[in-house]
């Protein structure tokens, strides 16, 4: 008896430790929700949560059609926004990237003039009026129409309704070197002449598509344009 006596009293024993430790185990422990991720904020990005809009779009073009083509969609969407939703301008914020091929479109009609040439050669777009080296930024012109995609709406008229522009600032290097070595310049001193001369709203990004990716971690949607 004194012996069944002490083995029940050691199982007893055994079987609460047991239950202890299964009660400590993390099995048995609430589950934790995991920690949501969310993106890091730098401010070189800063400007693209000052645009004030209900609505965030970014067009994202890389070749000279595209530039036209994004100008075009910009278009349509704030009038459809208007007529469909009663929005205004100001309704949205709208970022247009410039970015590749289409970089060059971010330089006023004087650095077009002067540096042209290998500008289009390397871009391989000429001006459709002359089949020669564009001599100004031909999206800031009205008087191509059909011409071009943009179909007559020009940069300045999009900028007077609030986009703004996000500039590859490795392809600006990009360029003002391939400049400078065509026409035996200072690839700095080109860099600075164009990033003078930009269009309004113009705001240079490290590179484009780190544009595409911030804008995006900023809650804007994506329209590319080929």
Same mark, same amino acid.
């Given at each position: 008896m004194s012996d069944r006596r002490n083995f029940l009293t050691r199982f007893s024993a055994a079987v609460g430790a047991f239950g202890a430790a299964m009660a400590a185990s993390p099995a048995s422990l609430p589950a934790q929700e995991p920690r949501r991720w969310t993106?890091?904020?730098?401010?070189?990005?800063?400007?693209?949560d000052a645009l004030p809009g209900k609505h965030r779009f970014f067009f994202d073009s890389t070749t000279a059609n595209g530039a036209g083509d994004?100008?075009?969609? &910009? &278009?349509?969407?704030?009038?459809?926004?208007?007529?469909?939703?009663?929005?205004?301008?100001?309704?949205?914020?709208?970022?247009?990237?410039?970015?590749?091929?289409?970089?060059?479109?971010?330089?006023?009609?004087?650095?077009?003039?002067?540096?042209?040439?290998?500008?289009?050669?390397?871009?391989?777009?000429?001006?459709?009026?002359?089949?020669?080296?564009?001599k100004i930024n031909v999206y800031q012109s009205t008087a191509y129409g059909m011409q071009l995609p943009?179909?007559?709406?020009?940069?300045?008229?999009?900028?007077?309704?609030?986009?703004?522009?996000?500039?590859?600032?490795?392809? &600006?290097?990009?360029y003002s070197g391939l400049i400078a070595s065509a026409l035996k310049l200072q690839a700095n001193d080109v860099y600075e002449d164009v990033k003078a001369n930009s269009i309004a709203n113009a705001h240079y990004m490290a590179a484009g598509i780190v544009a595409v990716n911030r804008a995006q971690e900023k809650g804007y949607a994506l329209a590319w344009m080929a």
């Open positions: 993106p890091e904020r730098h401010p070189q990005d800063d400007w693209l994004a100008i075009t969609f &910009t &278009t349509n969407y704030l009038t459809a926004n208007r007529s469909g939703y009663n929005l205004t301008d100001a309704d949205h914020a709208i970022v247009i990237c410039l970015r590749h091929w289409s970089t060059p479109f971010a330089w006023n009609d004087a650095m077009w003039a002067k540096y042209g040439a290998p500008i289009s050669e390397r871009i391989k777009f000429v001006d459709p009026k002359t089949n020669e080296p564009p943009n179909r007559g709406t020009t940069l300045d008229a999009l900028i007077k309704r609030g986009v703004h522009f996000a500039v590859c600032d490795m392809a &600006t290097r990009a």
